[in-house]
């Protein structure tokens, strides 16, 4: 039956598409390696800089987050070698199960699901590893099944402190144009991201932002890579080409939604995504739920992860708001499956939206019958008055 009105895609990720940004992708197709292309490929690797906030190499590849997830350890390490991660959630997990896959040993610092990374811990750890075995430190920035954010530029300054040399690698695939992010600055050697999250874009593409480090590091690195050999990247890219076919219509895409970031201003994507998450958090404490994140300061503005009481099902709960208000919530993932749904929060986002957004799930709440104290939506509305 045909569904009146638009859907509401409020999962972390693919976040909504702006119709800038839609146009933007279904111009023609052109030759990847013809003289108007370099224009194209150029604008995406300089704008990318910009966004990432870095002077250094930003790689760009036809591929989902994972695949530039594979792509930072490739280029980088070489088989046998120790890495260090930290256990923030779900997707923490797939990082060091993919390490693992590819021949290395993947250490984890154990976490709660609850919050970020801790650099008290991680430079506990590295100050035991006198003979310098860890090779690479990994964590998630904005860790997506929890809602919880990490405190990237303390984590570097934890690794400064043990005086370890070990590359840092941070995934910011669901942070990066929605949370505050400095690669440079930040000492970051590989910055991992995607193109569905903050960055409005359908998925498909993904990217590796490296220092002069990782840069380096990518001559002795001794995993088999191919594909994603940065080695073959850099050539090219330097007039704006790729080794092989770029995804074209995505590229476009990306360059309208680095304009459309820069005429909001940077500082004012994450003041908004700051200021939603918050409003989300006062909606789910006035229902009398919990949020996932009990960290303070840690909670994420690009998604708010929120616990049902025991006994009852996320997952219905999910299907039940889809069915009778046309809105796709995120599912809990492993250790919280059925235990937690997420509310998407980002990209191309406004008040009224998160409202409406917000009004959805205390519908779905009564409509499931989920125990909650009405009132929600008014206290996130007080807050974005
Ligand atoms: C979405 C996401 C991924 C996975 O990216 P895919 O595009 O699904 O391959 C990895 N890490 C985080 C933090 C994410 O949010």
């Not at 045909?2 to 800038?20: C, E, M, N, T, Y």
């Not at 279904?26 to 990318?48: N, S, W, Y």
């Not at 749904?341 to 519908?363: C, K, P, Q, S």
Request: aromatic share 8%; charged share 20%; with cysteine.
């Amino acid at each position: 039956m045909r569904k009146a009105g638009r859907h509401f895609l409020q999962i972390p990720g693919p976040s909504a598409v702006p119709d800038r940004i839609l146009s933007a992708i279904g111009q023609q197709t052109i030759d990847h390696r013809g003289p108007d292309f370099a224009r194209v490929g150029l604008k995406a690797l300089e704008g990318l800089k910009t966004i990432f906030k870095t002077e250094q190499h930003v790689f760009i590849y036809p591929a989902s987050g994972t695949g530039a997830w594979e792509a930072a350890l490739v280029n980088t390490l070489s088989p046998g070698d120790r890495v260090l991660m930290f256990e923030t959630g779900h997707f923490s997990t797939l990082w060091k199960k993919l390490a693992e896959k590819l021949g290395l040993q993947a250490e984890f610092i154990q976490g709660d699901w609850r919050g970020g990374a801790d650099p008290e811990q991680i430079e506990a750890r590295l100050a035991e590893d006198k003979g310098h075995e860890i090779k690479a430190v990994c964590v998630v920035h904005n860790e997506t099944s929890t809602g919880s954010v990490s405190p990237i530029a303390e984590v570097r300054k934890a690794i400064d402190r043990a005086g370890h040399p070990a590359l840092f690698m941070v995934d910011t695939i669901s942070g990066l144009a929605s949370l505050e992010y400095k690669h440079d600055e930040w000492g970051v050697d590989v910055t991992v991201s995607g193109s569905q999250k903050g960055l409005m874009l359908p998925p498909g593409l993904s990217f590796n932002a490296a220092s002069a480090k990782a840069v380096a590091a990518n001559k002795k690195a001794g995993l088999q890579r191919s594909y994603w050999d940065w080695e073959e990247m850099i050539g090219p890219n330097k007039t704006g080409y790729f080794p092989y076919t770029p995804a074209t219509n995505l590229l476009y895409g990306l360059n309208e939604a680095v304009d459309m970031l820069h005429e909001e201003g940077l500082d004012n994507v994450f003041a908004r995504h700051a200021r939603h998450g918050q409003a989300a958090r006062a909606a789910v404490r006035t229902w009398g739920l919990e949020v996932l994140c009990n960290k303070q300061g840690q909670e994420s503005g690009v998604l708010t992860a929120v616990k049902l009481p025991d006994g009852h099902s996320a997952d219905a709960f999910r299907a039940s708001t889809l069915q009778h208000y046309d809105i796709s919530l995120g599912n809990g993932l492993s250790k919280v499956a059925d235990k937690v749904f997420r509310i998407g929060h980002l990209g191309d986002f406004n008040d009224l939206m998160l409202v409406a957004t917000l009004a959805g799930v205390e519908m779905g709440l009564k409509q499931a019958n989920v125990p909650h104290e009405a009132g929600g939506v008014q206290a996130a509305m007080k807050l974005l008055t």
